[in-house]
């Protein structure tokens, strides 16, 4: 039944490791974003992928390398990882200029 | 640089009390949309506003657009304990390429 989902959950891993996390929709929508969520709660927007397509990119570190196999899914590869990429990392779906539906969010941690 | 003034960042008040976050820009939206986020989770879309002077009702929750389409309040009447949560308004850049502009978040707790 989860609309967006996305894992892990958690993330706890050493600097200089590299990650993913996955994301999948099954909503049927056609854009795909990735936010990350700060410890203050700011959402700054990452990527977004519009049908496959990269449609924006923000200024994100190029170790954050997003990919897009489907429309229902997006992941996060995340190279060489540094401490203060340690944040709350949420995928995020939607029709094109519609609202966004969210999943829960993978806390990362590194230490 | 398009921004969204979030106000205020934090408000911890009685249940029954009433209160009102706000959001302000000197740029014109297209729409604004209000989210709730409790902890561990994603935030979830309360309303969409679209139309300048809209007036929106979620219940006990008032959502406003305000007539230049520069501005949003939201007003929750009577707050429930089940009202805490953490308050984000976002609004759609009118320049190409769809893009929410987040405001920084109202964190509320109601006290019972």
Known sequence: DTAVSQTPKYLVTQMGNDKSIKCEQNLGHDTMYWYKQDSKKFLKIMFSYNNKELIINETVPNRFSPKSPDKAHLNLHINSLELGDSAVYFCASSRLNSPLHFGNGTRLTVT | ?112
């Open chain 2, 1 to 112: 640089t398009q921004l969204l003034e979030q106000s205020p960042q934090f408000l911890s008040i009685q249940e029954g009390e009433n209160l009102t976050v706000y959001c302000n820009s000197s740029s014109v939206f297209s729409s604004l949309q209000w989210y709730r986020q409790e902890p561990g989770e994603g935030p979830v879309l309360l309303v969409t506003v679209v139309t300048g002077g809209e007036v929106k009702k979620l219940k006990r929750l008032t959502f406003q657009f305000g007539d230049a389409r520069k501005d949003s309040s939201l007003h929750i009447t009577a707050a429930q304990p089940g009202d805490t949560g953490l308050y984000l308004c976002a609004g759609e850049s009118m320049d190409s390429n769809y893009q929410l502009i987040w405001g920084a978040g109202t964190k509320l707790i109601i006290k019972p």
